[in-house]
């Protein structure tokens, strides 16, 4: 009888460990809540970004002025994670479907561990061509 328990017991144990949202997850959900703000705390000091046909070496500040811009021009309806990489502790990357008011885009980022936080090296957004 014990045995019977036995897995459902282990699940229970288990799923706050699967149930924990990691940096990949919490920044899409700012993205799709278009919070600007909150998700400029995950850009490090330099951000390799491209938004739209606009590319450059940005500071942090500059970044999070950018895409404030582009969430005023394009209000974000919902977020799909489309790609997933974080096998790699110390590397992660994420491509996700921004559906918006305007549109669809891609973004991706790249994240990189630096002083035991991951921080955004790198984020483009383009126009989804599917």
């Known amino acids: 009888m014990k045995v019977i328990y036995t897995p459902i017991l282990l699940l229970l144990f288990m799923l706050p460990a699967i149930c924990q949202a990691g940096p990949i997850d919490k920044i899409a959900e700012l993205i799709k809540q278009g919070n600007v703000h909150e998700l400029a705390k995950f850009f490090a000091d330099n951000v390799d970004m ?3 046909d606009n590319t450059n070496v940005y500071s942090k500040t500059q970044a999070e002025i950018i895409l404030e811009k582009f969430f005023k021009e394009n209000k974000p309806l919902s977020v799909k994670i489309f790609h997933r990489v974080s096998s790699n502790s110390n590397y992660n990357f994420a491509v996700l479907i ?7 885009y891609r973004v991706s980022f790249t994240l990189k561990e630096a002083e035991k936080e991951m921080v955004i090296i790198d984020l483009r957004i383009e126009t989804e061509k599917t």
Do not use: H, P, S
């Not at 921004?98 to 669809?104: A, H, M, R, Y």
């Open 50 to 52: 491209a938004v739209l």
């Open 98 to 104: 921004l559906n918006t008011d305007k549109g669809k």
